[in-house]
């Protein structure tokens, strides 16, 4: 039928429970309002579109409603509070999406049936059902679960995600669930489980992996499990691979294997002349999962030749630099004492007094030859200590600097006149005996005079 007429004999009876499963109905509204009904079952229907659970307000007193496999792709809000209802039950939909707040008001709500929609994807719808202890979201296409996209549900006991399409756990995607006991995900594509995936689990009595892409799987998952669980943990019908990954666990199902339901069927994959041979895991050894030298090869000599390289690299490369400094260096320092005596005393230009006052000389002839001034008056550089190629010196560059003769008390201006014509007498008389002298004899005889007569107005 395509409508429902209330018959005339509810009128005078006070029914509770009304089935219309099977036929052609396409909405309850039909129905006439009562507070003594306490159930509405309609599966097998025609009801399209999006259903709005603000069709429920004229049943004050409804407990369970069932709209199952009909044709609902969507639910609107309640709007008001309903504190009577109890489940639900809208499996075999439609249904896409979920969006927020589309429980709001079902504070009484406790059993929940999503099962056989197209849900993709959710977050934080059930922040207003905090009594709920089942909620059965299988068969769906739900590709991830974002932490918190369980809370408000801190009732919930059983969780059903069998047959959807996640791909892996995220850490922390169930820690508000504490009290949660039975968790299935069977049959999904999980291929990867963060290790703190279960955080918060802590009374959790069964977890259903079976049938999903897992290779290897790290033991430290369960850690967050309750111990002294028997048949907790199900993890058949996976393709584990018999490798070094796996060895771990191997470890951990051969400790404790009560936890494991059907532990003898859990077997890994190896490859042998091009052939898959199963192998039990409980009874592998270590030889035949895991190649311990090539293990250690890729785990330690290879990462530790690599920074040998790197170190030795490091270190010719800095002898290198520091030889070539040091090269620089002494270079650098014998260039600036490599000098002669006129060119060592240039900054005097041609004054020669007793660096008091500035005396002017009278101009001397320029020599063939430079003169030699005596040791004495010579700076006297300090000895250079060539440094070794590897040993690190100080790279600061250094200025070569000239010590110049040490300043004396001012003479008097008689002893300056004085000093005047000695020099003038000195300069002329080696003026005429230069020119008379040989170049032999000039060098060693008035090089020495020049000396001493040098020492006379210093």
Known sequence: MTTWKQPDVMDDRDYTHIYLNDNRLKNITSIQPSDKLRSIQASENQIEESFSLSDLLPF???????????????????????TKLAAIDFSKNSIKLLKNGTFEGLVGLRWMNLAHNSIESFDKVFLD???????????????SLEPGVFDGLGSLTTLDLESNSLKKLQ?????????????????????????NAFDGLKMLELVDLRGNWLSHIDPKVFLP???????????????????????????????????????????CTVSQDGEH???????????????????????IIAPLAV?????????????????????SQVTEVTRAYDVDSIGTFSDLKGDFSDNTHSTQVPQIPSFHRPIQLPASLMPQPEPIQK???????DIAPTKAVISRPKLRPQPSAKSRSRVAERTKRHNS???????????????SDRSSQFSDSSYDYR
């Open 171 to 195: 850490a922390r995607s169930f820690s508000t669930l504490t009290l949660l006991k039975s968790l299935n995900l069977r049959n999904n594509r999980i291929a990867h489980i963060d290790s």
């Open 277 to 299: 041979i199963e192998k039990v895991l409980f009874r592998l050894q270590s030889s035949e999962i895991c190649d311990w030298l090539g293990e250690l090869r890729n785990m």
């Open 129 to 143: 059902t905090p009594r709920v202890t089942f909620l059965n979201m299988s068969h769906n296409a739900l590709e």
């Open 429 to 443: 008389r080696r003026a005429r005996r230069y020119s008379s002298s040989s170049d032999s004899s000039f060098d």
């Open 307 to 327: 920074l040998l390289t790197i170190f030795v690299g490091i270190i010719v490369f800095f002898c290198r630099r520091s030889s070539k400094y040091a090269q």
């Open 387 to 393: 440094p070794s190629l590897c040993t690190p010196i």
């Open 60 to 82: 004050p007193n409804l407990e369970y409603l069932t709209l199952s496999n009909n044709a609902v792709s969507g639910l609107k809000p309640l709007g008001i509070p309903h």
């Open 225 to 267: 499990l309750p111990i002294g669980m028997k048949n907790q943990i199900r993890l058949e019908e996976n393709p584990f691979e018999c490798s070094c990954e796996l060895r771990h666990m191997v470890s951990y199902a051969t400790r404790y294997p009560l936890r494991f339901t059907s532990a003898h069927k859990l077997s």
